[in-house]
Protein backbone atom coordinates (compact mmCIF):
# COMPACT_ATOMS: atom_id res chain seq x y z
CA UNK A 1 0.00 0.00 0.00
CA UNK A 2 1.66 3.26 -0.63
CA UNK A 3 1.18 6.46 1.40
CA UNK A 4 -1.32 8.06 -1.03
CA UNK A 5 -3.66 5.09 -0.83
CA UNK A 6 -3.14 5.25 3.21
CA UNK A 7 -3.45 9.07 3.57
CA UNK A 8 -6.01 10.61 0.94
CA UNK A 9 -9.35 10.11 0.01
CA UNK A 10 -9.99 10.21 -2.90
CA UNK A 11 -12.21 13.27 -4.94
CA UNK A 12 -11.27 13.00 -8.50
CA UNK A 13 -12.66 16.44 -9.85
CA UNK A 14 -10.08 17.61 -12.04
CA UNK A 15 -8.82 14.57 -13.73
CA UNK A 16 -7.92 14.57 -17.07
CA UNK A 17 -6.79 11.27 -18.99
CA UNK A 18 -5.02 10.86 -22.08
CA UNK A 19 -4.56 7.38 -23.25
CA UNK A 20 -0.10 6.78 -23.52
CA UNK A 21 0.05 10.58 -22.06
CA UNK A 22 1.71 10.42 -18.73
CA UNK A 23 0.14 12.95 -16.27
CA UNK A 24 1.78 16.57 -16.25
CA UNK A 25 0.65 17.13 -12.29
CA UNK A 26 -0.86 14.97 -9.71
CA UNK A 27 -3.70 17.09 -7.79
CA UNK A 28 -3.53 16.95 -3.96
CA UNK A 29 -5.80 19.00 -1.64
CA UNK A 30 -4.64 19.40 2.06
CA UNK A 31 -8.16 20.44 3.65
CA UNK A 32 -6.06 21.73 7.15
CA UNK A 33 -6.28 25.14 9.11
CA UNK A 34 -6.35 24.37 12.28
CA UNK A 35 -3.52 27.05 13.30
CA UNK A 36 -5.15 30.13 11.27
CA UNK A 37 -4.85 32.96 13.68
CA UNK A 38 -7.73 35.35 11.91
CA UNK A 39 -10.11 34.05 9.38
CA UNK A 40 -10.58 30.60 9.36
CA UNK A 41 -11.96 28.36 6.73
CA UNK A 42 -9.03 27.54 4.31
CA UNK A 43 -9.81 24.26 4.80
CA UNK A 44 -12.48 24.42 2.01
CA UNK A 45 -10.15 25.72 -0.60
CA UNK A 46 -9.21 23.03 -1.85
CA UNK A 47 -12.68 22.00 -3.50
CA UNK A 48 -13.27 25.55 -3.95
CA UNK A 49 -9.92 26.06 -6.36
CA UNK A 50 -11.12 22.96 -7.94
CA UNK A 51 -14.57 23.87 -9.08
CA UNK A 52 -13.18 26.85 -10.29
CA UNK A 53 -10.80 25.30 -11.96
CA UNK A 54 -13.69 23.35 -13.97
CA UNK A 55 -15.35 26.18 -14.95
CA UNK A 56 -12.24 28.27 -16.79
CA UNK A 57 -10.86 27.98 -20.29
CA UNK A 58 -8.21 25.17 -20.14
CA UNK A 59 -5.98 27.14 -22.77
CA UNK A 60 -2.67 28.76 -21.87
CA UNK A 61 -2.80 31.68 -24.28
CA UNK A 62 0.17 33.24 -22.70
CA UNK A 63 2.41 29.48 -22.91
CA UNK A 64 0.13 28.32 -25.69
CA UNK A 65 -0.49 25.43 -23.86
CA UNK A 66 -3.91 23.49 -24.10
CA UNK A 67 -4.64 21.40 -20.72
CA UNK A 68 -7.26 19.05 -22.42
CA UNK A 69 -4.29 17.89 -24.55
CA UNK A 70 -2.36 16.93 -21.32
CA UNK A 71 -2.82 13.85 -18.67
CA UNK A 72 -3.61 15.54 -15.27
CA UNK A 73 -4.67 13.51 -12.24
CA UNK A 74 -6.24 14.14 -8.95
CA UNK A 75 -5.72 11.79 -6.51
CA UNK A 76 -8.21 13.74 -3.61
CA UNK A 77 -7.53 15.53 -0.40
CA UNK A 78 -5.86 14.46 2.95
CA UNK A 79 -7.87 12.69 5.29
CA UNK A 80 -8.94 15.23 7.69
CA UNK A 81 -6.56 15.98 11.06
CA UNK A 82 -6.43 18.61 13.67
CA UNK A 83 -2.91 18.15 13.83
CA UNK A 84 -0.39 20.15 12.33
CA UNK A 85 2.64 17.91 13.34
CA UNK A 86 0.89 15.36 11.80
CA UNK A 87 -0.87 16.92 8.87
CA UNK A 88 3.03 17.98 7.52
CA UNK A 89 4.21 14.26 8.02
CA UNK A 90 1.48 12.89 5.99
CA UNK A 91 2.02 15.74 3.38
CA UNK A 92 6.10 15.35 3.37
CA UNK A 93 5.31 11.54 3.15
CA UNK A 94 3.02 12.25 -0.03
CA UNK A 95 4.69 14.61 -2.05
CA UNK A 96 8.30 12.31 -1.54
CA UNK A 97 6.37 9.60 -2.99
CA UNK A 98 5.13 11.67 -5.73
CA UNK A 99 8.41 12.78 -6.35
CA UNK A 100 9.96 9.37 -6.18
CA UNK A 101 8.02 8.32 -8.66
CA UNK A 102 8.54 11.39 -11.10
CA UNK A 103 5.49 12.56 -10.63
CA UNK A 104 4.53 16.52 -10.22
CA UNK A 105 2.88 17.34 -7.19
CA UNK A 106 0.03 20.47 -7.20
CA UNK A 107 -0.90 20.97 -3.57
CA UNK A 108 -4.09 22.59 -2.91
CA UNK A 109 -4.59 24.46 0.31
CA UNK A 110 -5.45 24.71 3.31
CA UNK A 111 -3.67 27.19 5.26
CA UNK A 112 0.50 27.77 4.68
CA UNK A 113 2.22 25.55 7.10
CA UNK A 114 1.87 22.73 4.44
CA UNK A 115 4.79 24.32 2.73
CA UNK A 116 7.61 23.88 5.49
CA UNK A 117 6.64 19.68 4.67
CA UNK A 118 6.93 20.41 0.87
CA UNK A 119 10.19 22.68 0.77
CA UNK A 120 11.61 19.56 2.86
CA UNK A 121 11.11 17.41 0.45
CA UNK A 122 12.78 18.80 -3.27
CA UNK A 123 16.63 18.69 -3.55
CA UNK A 124 19.12 21.44 -2.17
CA UNK A 125 19.92 22.99 -5.62
CA UNK A 126 16.04 23.81 -6.03
CA UNK A 127 15.28 27.47 -6.13
CA UNK A 128 12.62 27.71 -3.84
CA UNK A 129 10.03 30.65 -4.27
CA UNK A 130 7.71 32.07 -2.15
CA UNK A 131 4.75 34.49 -3.07
CA UNK A 132 3.57 36.02 0.22
CA UNK A 133 2.36 39.12 1.85
CA UNK A 134 3.42 37.91 5.07
CA UNK A 135 7.11 36.73 6.16
CA UNK A 136 5.82 33.57 7.77
CA UNK A 137 9.06 34.45 9.76
CA UNK A 138 7.99 34.66 13.78
CA UNK A 139 9.42 32.27 16.16
CA UNK A 140 6.04 32.19 17.71
CA UNK A 141 2.29 33.40 17.66
CA UNK A 142 -0.47 32.50 20.11
CA UNK A 143 1.60 29.53 22.08
CA UNK A 144 2.43 27.89 19.11
CA UNK A 145 5.91 27.17 17.58
CA UNK A 146 4.55 25.67 14.60
CA UNK A 147 2.08 27.34 12.32
CA UNK A 148 1.40 29.50 9.64
CA UNK A 149 3.03 32.67 11.00
CA UNK A 150 6.35 30.68 11.81
CA UNK A 151 6.43 27.66 9.48
CA UNK A 152 9.41 29.48 6.89
CA UNK A 153 11.42 30.15 10.33
CA UNK A 154 11.03 26.92 11.42
CA UNK A 155 11.85 25.60 7.63
CA UNK A 156 15.32 28.16 7.84
CA UNK A 157 16.44 26.96 10.93
CA UNK A 158 16.92 23.53 9.90
CA UNK A 159 18.01 23.96 6.23
CA UNK A 160 18.84 26.82 6.30
CA UNK A 161 18.07 30.03 3.87
CA UNK A 162 19.30 28.46 1.18
CA UNK A 163 17.82 29.36 -2.18
CA UNK A 164 14.61 31.15 -0.69
CA UNK A 165 13.14 34.10 -2.82
CA UNK A 166 10.09 35.56 -1.35
CA UNK A 167 7.84 37.59 -3.19
CA UNK A 168 5.44 40.17 -2.31
CA UNK A 169 6.35 40.65 1.27
CA UNK A 170 4.40 44.36 2.99
CA UNK A 171 3.60 42.63 6.48
CA UNK A 172 5.91 41.92 8.89
CA UNK A 173 6.93 42.58 12.58
CA UNK A 174 10.15 44.53 13.50
CA UNK A 175 11.41 41.49 14.72
CA UNK A 176 10.97 39.22 11.40
CA UNK A 177 12.19 41.69 9.82
CA UNK A 178 15.18 41.40 12.07
CA UNK A 179 15.30 37.74 11.35
CA UNK A 180 14.92 38.11 7.37
CA UNK A 181 17.99 40.66 7.63
CA UNK A 182 20.20 38.67 9.85
CA UNK A 183 19.89 35.37 7.43
CA UNK A 184 19.89 37.58 4.01
CA UNK A 185 16.89 35.93 3.02
CA UNK A 186 16.03 37.29 -0.62
CA UNK A 187 13.29 39.06 -1.00
CA UNK A 188 11.31 41.03 -3.46
CA UNK A 189 8.63 43.59 -1.58
CA UNK A 190 5.69 44.67 -2.74
CA UNK A 191 6.56 48.08 -2.63
CA UNK A 192 9.85 47.28 -4.93
CA UNK A 193 7.38 45.14 -7.68
CA UNK A 194 4.91 48.15 -7.81
CA UNK A 195 7.72 50.66 -8.07
CA UNK A 196 9.73 48.71 -10.54
CA UNK A 197 8.29 48.37 -14.10
CA UNK A 198 10.05 45.65 -15.54
CA UNK A 199 9.68 43.89 -12.05
CA UNK A 200 9.50 40.44 -13.59
CA UNK A 201 13.14 40.82 -14.59
CA UNK A 202 13.64 40.85 -11.24
CA UNK A 203 13.04 36.91 -10.47
CA UNK A 204 14.35 35.93 -14.03
CA UNK A 205 17.60 37.95 -13.22
CA UNK A 206 18.05 35.70 -9.50
CA UNK A 207 16.53 32.48 -11.46
CA UNK A 208 19.30 32.81 -13.73
CA UNK A 209 21.71 29.73 -12.59
CA UNK A 210 19.20 27.24 -11.56
CA UNK A 211 17.40 24.90 -13.59
CA UNK A 212 14.68 23.38 -11.03
CA UNK A 213 12.25 25.50 -9.24
CA UNK A 214 9.45 24.32 -6.50
CA UNK A 215 6.74 27.81 -5.98
CA UNK A 216 4.73 28.26 -2.72
CA UNK A 217 1.70 30.54 -3.88
CA UNK A 218 0.31 32.00 -0.71
CA UNK A 219 -3.09 33.99 -2.44
CA UNK A 220 -2.60 36.81 -0.14
CA UNK A 221 -0.16 38.20 -2.00
CA UNK A 222 -2.54 39.91 -4.06
CA UNK A 223 -3.88 43.25 -3.15
CA UNK A 224 -7.64 42.65 -1.50
CA UNK A 225 -8.89 43.89 -4.35
CA UNK A 226 -7.48 40.72 -6.53
CA UNK A 227 -8.09 37.96 -3.86
CA UNK A 228 -10.70 39.09 -0.64
CA UNK A 229 -11.13 35.39 -0.01
CA UNK A 230 -7.59 34.91 1.97
CA UNK A 231 -7.36 34.09 5.73
CA UNK A 232 -5.43 37.25 6.63
CA UNK A 233 -5.76 39.54 4.26
CA UNK A 234 -2.92 43.05 3.56
CA UNK A 235 -3.62 45.91 1.68
CA UNK A 236 -1.46 47.39 -0.86
CA UNK A 237 -0.49 43.95 -2.59
CA UNK A 238 0.34 43.44 -6.33
CA UNK A 239 -2.23 42.23 -8.89
CA UNK A 240 -3.06 39.48 -10.55
CA UNK A 241 -1.91 40.41 -13.83
CA UNK A 242 1.64 40.92 -11.71
CA UNK A 243 1.36 37.72 -10.44
CA UNK A 244 1.05 36.07 -13.82
CA UNK A 245 4.16 37.72 -15.00
CA UNK A 246 6.07 36.62 -12.44
CA UNK A 247 4.84 33.01 -12.85
CA UNK A 248 5.39 33.52 -16.97
CA UNK A 249 9.40 34.05 -16.53
CA UNK A 250 9.43 30.16 -15.53
CA UNK A 251 9.02 29.36 -18.77
CA UNK A 252 11.96 27.28 -19.57
CA UNK A 253 13.14 25.63 -15.88
CA UNK A 254 11.90 22.35 -14.76
CA UNK A 255 9.30 23.16 -12.11
CA UNK A 256 9.25 20.25 -9.87
CA UNK A 257 6.09 20.92 -8.11
CA UNK A 258 4.26 23.95 -6.49
CA UNK A 259 1.69 24.77 -3.85
CA UNK A 260 -1.25 27.31 -3.65
CA UNK A 261 -2.73 28.19 -0.45
CA UNK A 262 -4.96 30.45 2.02
CA UNK A 263 -7.62 30.52 -0.33
CA UNK A 264 -10.57 31.16 2.29
CA UNK A 265 -13.93 30.18 0.77
CA UNK A 266 -16.35 31.32 3.48
CA UNK A 267 -14.90 34.77 2.64
CA UNK A 268 -14.75 34.76 -1.01
CA UNK A 269 -16.66 35.89 -3.64
CA UNK A 270 -15.56 33.58 -5.73
CA UNK A 271 -12.92 35.76 -7.55
CA UNK A 272 -9.76 34.40 -5.21
CA UNK A 273 -10.74 30.90 -6.02
CA UNK A 274 -11.05 31.90 -9.62
CA UNK A 275 -7.41 33.21 -9.09
CA UNK A 276 -6.25 30.64 -8.10
CA UNK A 277 -7.22 28.38 -10.51
CA UNK A 278 -5.62 30.44 -13.02
CA UNK A 279 -2.38 30.11 -11.02
CA UNK A 280 -2.99 26.06 -10.84
CA UNK A 281 -3.60 26.23 -14.67
CA UNK A 282 -0.41 28.48 -15.59
CA UNK A 283 1.52 26.16 -13.33
CA UNK A 284 0.36 23.61 -14.58
CA UNK A 285 1.14 24.68 -18.22
CA UNK A 286 4.85 25.54 -17.03
CA UNK A 287 5.51 21.99 -15.47
CA UNK A 288 4.64 20.76 -18.96
CA UNK A 289 6.87 23.19 -20.81
CA UNK A 290 9.88 22.36 -18.25
CA UNK A 291 9.12 18.79 -18.75
CA UNK A 292 9.34 19.32 -22.65
CA UNK A 293 12.56 20.59 -22.44
MN1 LIG B 1 0.41 35.05 3.93
Redesign the pocket.
Known amino acids: MSYKDLFLTSSPMVTYIKEGVPFTVEVLGVPFDSTSTYRGGSRFGPNAIREAFLNIEMYSNRLDVDLEELSVRDIGNLSQTGDVKRMSDVVEKVVSEILSEDGTPAVLGGE ?1 TLSYATFRTVPKDTALIVF ?3 G ?1 LRDEFADRKFS ?1 TTWLRRFIEERGVGNIIHIGLRAATREEIDYLNSVEMVTISSQTILRTVRYEKILADLLRDFEQVYVSV ?1 M ?2 LDPAYAPGVG ?1 PEVAGISTAQLLEFLYTLNGKKVLGFDIV ?1 VCPPYDTGVSAIAAAKVLLELTSLVHLGKKK
Open positions: HDAHDHDDVNE
